[in-house]
């Protein structure tokens, strides 16, 4: 089932998180597809556990020997200050689950030695500039906390006011650790965002983020911020989206218009 709402950001709605992560792998698959241009079609990979399934999916036929992944570059959003042999790594969770099975070049973030100058010349080598000079991925994958945090952009943490670097070290003092994240200027620079959420505890955020209690101050979820100037795309199971109303059934939400299928 798929909706938009009133800018460019659409809602795609699966019954479970399997049929999620198989209808983001089939978009990732068609968007690789037509990736004409000579230099590789550059994802930004989140973290956490949201995104595992879908990682695994894509390591599996059909996706594994349909995709030229040769043509696919691999980058992260953010990494834990911890090193890639860590069960705490995102690196080492998104490589067992699909770097080690694909031929992609993959650019890891040195959050353990926290190499930030090196991330950012990985972005400047590898990505084409947006007309701001920004990095600009043609994907970027983001999930969301239950404190409405991406990447690791958290509530209150410095890393949220830096308009200028496109990576920092972040300390995050409700984790009591520090983390490596990419900033909102790339995120915006994107050519595609897709925020993957699927769970019931994702539902107040999913709510709130896209259909927000008018009557309510707006919350200070760093997920708010992320606006890319390209296409945004909420992948969401039918527990993270139970409260979503379409307009039909409540004209004061924000828009939700169905799309054809
Ligand atoms: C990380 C992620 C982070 C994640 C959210 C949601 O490093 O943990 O990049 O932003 O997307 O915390 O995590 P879950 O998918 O585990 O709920």
Known sequence: MKHSNSQKTRINIQNTPVETARSVAQALAKLVAQHTEKRPFSIALSGGSTPQRLYQMLAQDPFCSEISWEHVAFFFGDERAVPPTSSESNFRMASEALLNHVSSSVYR?????????????????????????????????????????????????????????????????????????????????????????????????????????????????????????????????????????????????????????
């Open 109 to 261: 973030m040195e959050a353990d030695t926290e190499n930030v100058a090196g991330y950012e010349r990985a972005l400047q080598d590898n990505l084409p500039a947006n007309k701001e000079g920004t990095p600009a991925f043609d994907l970027m994958l983001l999930g969301i906390g239950t404190d409405g945090h991406t990447a690791s952009l958290f509530p209150g943490t410095a890393a949220l006011d830096e308009h200028r670097r496109w990576v920092v070290m972040n300390d995050v003092p409700q984790l009591n650790t520090t983390r490596m994240t990419l900033t909102f200027p790339v995120i915006q620079a994107a050519r595609r965002v897709w925020v993957i959420a699927t769970g019931e505890s994702k539902q107040p955020i999913v709510k709130g983020s896209l259909q927000p209690d008018s009557a309510q101050d707006t919350p200070a979820w760093p997920i708010l911020q992320v606006a890319p100037k390209g296409e945004l795309v909420w992948w969401l199971d039918s527990a993270a989206a139970s409260t979503l109303v379409q307009l039909e059934t409540n004209p004061e939400t924000i828009p939700l218009n169905k799309e054809q299928e």
